[in-house]
């Protein structure tokens, strides 16, 4: 570890806290459908948009008319995608001629985009025409990245709002996110990416003529559009096979930087539109505050654990840490804090292997993932992932003091417990049910690359990855195959959706409660105590989860990597 390694990681950290208030203050009035200085151009394509789907903007939902509006949306998404995978052989805008893709591939990948996931079982560049790549996948990065936006807003509805009903209108809260906050922002990082280098064509694929005088065909496309929503939705989905490790895909230390910076910006900023909409910004910062904690602690271990290297590297003398699979334009730092980000924010592009990071390094992606991604998490996920989790809190808090636990004025009753645990509780079930599953399958044992503790690893971080919406990889499984397509496809529709239901019910019963004024005997909720309590109500739930797991794979990795032997 370096000083000026620690300098890049208090820098990115500096950039994401200055942009929690502006940009939650702007979000809030986009939210509260108050004027802003993008209204008078985008307000009239708003409208139109109203008219031509037939919405009153001003009639708002019920939670399950609200819920059932985002499933159906979700449907059309996948019907849309699925389509438009299988028929791209005969459609336009495919200069290398891709093939029509495999129906289960399809399913998977359709699943995967509409679930905000973006787990990639094939090469961008070697399976997907432009217009699936245009049409059908940055499409959906920004609807699904709306969709979470808006489930959030929703529930922060429920908190904030007393004695009614409805909890907003899904179209409305779809519509605004998506041309208000996703577009605007990414244009401009889409202007700022091409400056760098970054292509952004609809010509064919370019050929080129080797030293050695063989002949090569260069990849290139309309990678900059994809590149921007993909980070700032937290979606993932790279246009190339290799992610953000690709040159085109990321090609100077400055796109890293700017992309890791769209990977926190929503989520970070969505904390300050909770304490804003609730009354209190205070309330909002202290579960920034918790995020920052469970991501600051990831940053050490994995930069530590990457910068340590292994023992049988220090055994010949090789001191530098570990750089395999990594890109020698980022080095250990910016790969070690790119690849805690995008696991802790639900996003999922990689700038470098997680399967070539020492065990420890490797696990804190994983961990971040298992305990649901709520540091920082999703655009929106991430924040009604830390409320389910705050719910749970402020309950056990009360069962300490003898009181009904309260939250922001609203009791926290048992119906408000129940759809936190079930939300909570059905992701380790796909987690740990399909990895179970797969190690004893001989047909999907044989798609390891590695034997041992690092081969029970990498299925555990594919189905962790695919429940938990992320989409990264360790790399070494080869998941395209009926088995992981079809399971992984489940993994990722239970992740999103079994988490959606629960909590926008949760929305449903708080919305309709009174706002009980704060009293003496009220649990503080916006001081180091209460921060400190979520962080471990957070931490003791996965370790008792997911330590045996863990122990079976990364931690027993470690201690037979430290006896030299390596798998």
């Not at 990065?141 to 509805?157: E, P």
């Amino acid at each position: 570890m370096t000083f000026i390694g620690w300098i890049q990681i208090l820098l990115f950290c500096a950039i994401i806290v200055a942009l929690v208030r502006p940009l939650g203050g702007y979000m809030t009035k986009v939210f509260d459908g108050e004027r802003t200085f993008l209204s008078p151009v985008i307000r009239p394509i708003e409208a139109g948009l109203y008219w031509v789907a037939g919405v009153d903007e001003k009639r708002e939902q019920h939670w399950l008319t609200y819920a059932i509006s985002m499933l159906f949306f979700q449907i059309g998404g996948f019907v849309i995608l699925y389509a438009l995978m299988r028929l791209q052989a005969g459609l336009p805008f495919n200069p290398a001629e891709q093939a029509a893709v495999a129906p289960d591939l399809s399913f998977n990948t359709a699943v995967s985009f509409v679930t905000n996931t973006n787990w990639q079982n094939y090469g961008g560049e070697t399976t997907m025409s432009y217009l699936t790549q245009m049409m059908g996948l940055t499409s959906q990065n920004f609807v699904s990245a709306a969709t979470g936006v808006a489930i959030a807003v929703a529930l922060i509805r429920g908190f904030a709002r007393s004695s009614v009903r409805t909890v907003g209108n899904f179209w409305v809260d779809l519509t605004r996110t998506t041309l208000y906050i996703l577009l605007p922002i990414c244009v401009v990082a889409t202007l700022i990416l091409v400056w760098q280098g970054m292509p952004q064509t609809l010509g064919a694929y370019v050929g080129a003529t080797t030293l050695e005088g063989a002949k090569q065909t260069i990849a290139v496309g309309p990678v900059a559009s994809q590149a921007a929503i993909k980070m700032l939705g937290t979606n993932g989905g790279g246009f190339f096979n290799t992610n953000a490790a690709h040159p085109f895909e990321n090609p100077t230390a400055l796109t890293n930087l700017i992309q890791m910076a769209l990977i926190f910006a929503i989520g970070a900023g969505m904390t300050n539109v909770f304490g804003r909409m609730v009354g209190n910004q205070r309330q909002g910062w202290a579960i920034f505050a918790a995020m920052g904690v469970l991501f600051i602690a990831g940053v050490i271990v994995t930069y530590w654990a990457e910068a340590s290297g292994t023992s049988i590297l220090s055994n010949l003398g090789l001191t530098g840490g570990n750089m395999e699979g990594k890109e020698v334009r980022f080095g250990i730092v910016a790969s070690a804090l790119f690849a805690v980000v995008t696991t802790a924010a639900s996003c999922g592009a990689v700038n470098a292997m997680h399967d070539s990071f020492t065990a420890l390094g490797g696990m804190i992606p994983l961990i971040n993932m298992q305990l649901g991604e709520l540091i920082i998490g999703g655009v929106g996920a991430g924040l009604y992932g830390m409320l389910l989790f705050v719910v749970l809190s402020i309950f056990v808090a009360g069962l300490m003091v003898g009181r009904t636990p309260e939250y922001v004025g609203k009791k926290i009753e048992s119906r408000e417990v129940k759809m936190a645990m079930l939300a909570i509780l059905i992701l380790p079930l796909m987690y740990l049910g399909w990895t179970a599953v797969a190690v004893v399958l001989p047909s999907a044992v044989a798609s390891m690359a590695n034997a041992g503790p690092h081969g029970f690893s990498e299925v555990l971080y594919a189905f962790t990855s695919a429940t938990a919406n992320n989409g990264s990889a360790f790399g070494g499984l080869t998941g395209n195959t009926m088995f992981y397509n079809l399971t992984l496809g489940c993994s990722m529709l239970v992740g999103r959706f079994f988490m959606i239901v629960p909590a926008m019910a949760l929305a449903g019963s708080l919305v309709e409660k009174k706002s009980i004024p704060a009293s003496a005997g009220t649990f503080p909720t916006t001081g180091t105590l209460f921060v400190g309590l979520v962080v471990g109500v957070i931490l003791i739930v996965g370790g008792l989860t997911f330590f045996p797991a863990l122990a079976l794979g990364p931690i027993v990795e470690h201690l037979a990597m430290n006896a030299n032997t390596l798998f």
